[in-house]
């Protein structure tokens, strides 16, 4: 037994580590997915926002270079630029702050024509206006024309207008060159390849834009956005056990965690280094690594559109990407199969320890019970039986043992005057039991109807159909118990003992071989022997019923001498009232249903004075939010079901609040500012008064009654505010 439980404890732990991994599996591949996305639908805001600019700039440069076609434009540009004694055009010297103002370097080997005045002057109205507004989030804006003069609103670069090398060439740039017509038909935005800034030793990528104006091409628009944020967030941001990088579709990498991008060596590109030799430069990294790279570079390229998720099994990994909308890269995710494998194995660890703990504790406790309820109880018997057979009935036994065996030794010996004792004493206890539950049952009718007297007459009627609801609850109980009793009295099959018993008197001189040898006294025996079990077991049951019976009568007897003592109490008059113990008749009359609803009852009662009001309003008052509370649990899983009665001074003589507090359904907010209306409930069996009714109650007697709540499911809490008396309790707090 032990070895199939342990064949079955390995298959399940086999089972939960397939289940779990799998489970692992498909979470990690839906949490890579979303990441992917968020972080490329987050790294992608940029370029989105340089292309958005860019058409802004595009319209505006247009309008002002077909506005001064029509100008003179000798003059404006006279006032702004300048030809220097080394033969470029630049902005004034005096008065120039790059900081403000965009910078202008025109070659010394570009002619200036109108044409190229009129798109200068344009360019720099353009820039001046919208590139101040841009480089919140943009490093600098320029406009490049086709003959190699540059515009551009650089602050960090404040100077380089001016320091620049008159020979300095913008025709080789790659964002020019890709806007070029020959290069660029569509006329559409491109963005460069990343570059390092030689300044500011800074990565960077360029959005080129070209322009074109009655089919000539006038412009490019560019904007650099800096990468050193975009290049940290993908290293250091990923998932737990994962990776980032990011990829050009031609695979030039713009970040990775392993391949760093050194100032001065370039941008690495998969295909170019996947078959240099050992001895390359340090960044590339060993054979296996450029191999690993270029694999799951080429699984990027060809997966299938809109496809985010890929399984690498010759890598043991998995691959999650994103396509980021403007220059085109794709966001990868590299997470490795033995992240989620090694987090399902320590799952399953716990399953395979557990069940083994298990098997080893069943395994004990299995040989205990063989041993103690079977084995040794199987010995003794077969050494009585032995005897019996012999004819020995001396068989000493233990009597006093709660077992088989005791019973059949006391059945044995005591058979007869047992059985007319319990007879008699089973007779008796039915007599006294039905004229005890006929007189209980005239003095419940008479409470009855006193109380619902007494309710009629002085208003109490919630306080009578609480004690009548419990006295009811408590007489079915009594009805079951003595109908039970009745069903056990009635079930004993006495007749079959006199036969029995006349059976073995008529041979009794041959008691021995009558029991050996006969067919009817082989049976004899079995028969007492069941006989007995059975009589010991109805009486336990009779006295349990007997037993119940006396305490839901004692309970009933208590419920109405309480209500009989407010009754006899007169009414309508303010007296010294300790709220404290009118809190627990409250809860007296409310015991069978909590108690049935199985409400734990937390009292908090403080030691305060006491308090000059009418007893019967605030007992009232207080048994209809006890039971509302009770009502309100019933959605309430059993084992948590509180109610906290509290009862607190706010100040030294100031106003007494009760609390009557629950955690169930709640109230929801919208439905606080009706609970009191007269008519208005939540309960489909209920009337609509009681609330009401206890608020009125509360104004005649100087105070208020109020409710909070957090809404539907958190709770509830009814507070009733009471002028605080002058004579003081005794006693101290308890709950």
């Given amino acids: 037994m032990g070895v199939r439980i342990a064949v079955i404890i390995a298959l399940s732990t086999l089972f939960s580590y397939l289940h779990i991994f799998n489970s692992f599996r498909k979470e990690a591949l839906l949490q890579m997915e979303q990441s992917v996305h968020e972080r490329s639908q987050r790294e992608q805001a940029i370029f989105l926002l340089a292309q958005d600019n860019h058409a802004v700039l595009k319209k505006a440069l247009e309008e002002r270079i077909r506005f001064w076609n029509t100008q003179d434009p000798a003059p404006r540009f006279d006032s702004l630029f300048v030809r220097l004694p080394d033969g470029s055009t630049r902005n004034i010297p005096q008065g120039f702050d790059g900081t403000k103002v965009p910078g202008v370097i025109v070659p010394r080997d570009v002619t200036l024509t109108d044409s190229v005045r009129r798109r200068i002057l344009a360019a720099y ?25 540059l515009v551009g609103y650089w602050p960090e670069g404040a100077t380089w207008f001016q320091d620049v090398e008159a020979s300095f060439s913008f025709l080789p740039m790659e964002y020019l060159t890709l806007s070029l017509p020959e290069n660029n038909p569509q006329r559409v935005p491109v963005w460069t390849g990343i570059f390092e800034d030689t300044t500011s030793k800074t990565w960077m990528v360029t959005l080129a834009t070209p322009l074109d104006v009655d089919g000539q091409h006038a412009a490019t628009l560019t904007h650099d956005v800096l990468l050193d944020e975009l290049m940290h967030r993908t290293i250091d941001d990923h998932l737990p056990g994962a990776y980032n990088f990011l990829v050009r579709d031609d695979g030039q990498l713009i970040a990775h965690p392993t391949v760093k991008m050194e100032s001065g060596m370039g941008p690495y590109t998969i295909p170019a280094v996947l078959g240099m030799p050992e001895g390359v430069a340090a960044k590339e990294g060993t054979p296996a690594q450029r191999a690993h ?14 496809q985010r998720v890929l399984e690498l099994p010759e890598f043991g990994e998995y691959i999650a990407m994103e396509r980021l909308r403007g220059p085109g890269w794709t966001f990868v995710t590299v997470l490795p199969e033995h992240i989620v494998a090694s987090a399902a194995i320590e799952a399953s660890r716990y399953v395979l320890l557990f069940g083994l703990v298990s098997l080893l504790l069943e395994l004990g406790i299995m040989s205990w019970v063989l041993r103690l309820q079977i084995t040794r109880p199987l010995l003794t018997f077969t050494q009585a039986s032995r005897k019996l057979e012999q004819g020995d009935f001396d068989v000493t036994l233990d009597i006093w043992r709660e077992d088989e065996l005791g019973q059949l030794a006391r059945a044995f010996h005591q058979m007869a005057g047992e059985i007319q004792r319990r007879e008699e004493a ?37 306080i009578a159909t609480n004690v009548l609801h419990n006295v009811g609850n408590v007489l079915s109980s009594v009805l079951i118990s003595v109908m039970l009793a009745k069903e056990r009295l009635t079930g004993l099959k006495l007749d079959n003992v006199e036969r ?34 059975n009589l010991q077991s109805e009486r336990k049951e009779i006295q349990l019923l007997l037993n119940d019976v006396t305490r839901h009568t004692e309970h009933i007897g208590a419920i109405v001498n309480l209500q009989q003592r407010y009754a006899r109490t007169s009414h309508h008059l303010n007296e010294q009232v300790d709220l404290r113990a009118l809190v627990d008749d409250a809860l007296r009359i409310n015991q069978a249903a909590l108690g049935r609803h199985r409400v734990k009852v937390e009292r908090i009662l403080s030691d305060i004075p006491s308090v000059l009001t009418e007893k019967h309003k605030v007992l009232l008052i207080l048994v209809n939010l006890i039971s509302n509370a009770k009502y309100a649990l019933d959605a309430v899983p059993e084992e948590e079901r509180r109610l906290i009665v509290r009862i607190e001074q706010q100040l030294p003589g100031g106003q007494v609040h009760i609390e009557v507090k629950d955690n169930g359904v709640g ?15 939540t309960r489909q069996e209920g009337h609509g008064f009681g609330l009401h009714s206890s608020a009125l109650a509360a104004q005649e007697l100087g105070g208020s009654l109020r409710v909070h709540s957090n809404g539907p499911g ?21 709950a």
């Fill in 426 to 462: 089973l007779r008796q206890a039915n007599e006294g039991l039905e004229q005890r539950v006929e007189e209980r049952t005239r003095e419940l009718k008479e409470a009855h109807r006193k109380l619902v007297e007494t309710a009629l007459q002085v208003g109490r009627a919630e």
């Fill in 667 to 681: 109230i929801a907010p919208e439905l606080l500012t009706r609970i009191f209306q007269h008519g208005f409930t």
């Fill in 125 to 149: 109205e353009v820039v001046s206006q919208y590139g101040p507004a841009f480089e919140v989030r943009f490093t600098n804006t320029g406009v490049l024309l086709p003959e190699g003069v």
């Fill in 500 to 533: 029995v018993a006349a059976l073995l008197e008529e041979h009794q001189a041959d008691l021995s071989a009558f029991i050996r040898g006969d067919r009817r006294g082989q049976t004899a025996l079995p028969f007492l022997i069941q006989l007995g079990k």
């Fill in 714 to 734: 958190q709770g509830a809490s009814f507070i009733l505010e009471l002028p605080a008396g002058a004579e003081p309790q005794g006693g101290q707090p308890h």
């Fill in 293 to 306: 790279l270029s694999g799951i570079f080429e699984r990027v390229k060809s997966r299938q559109p809109g």
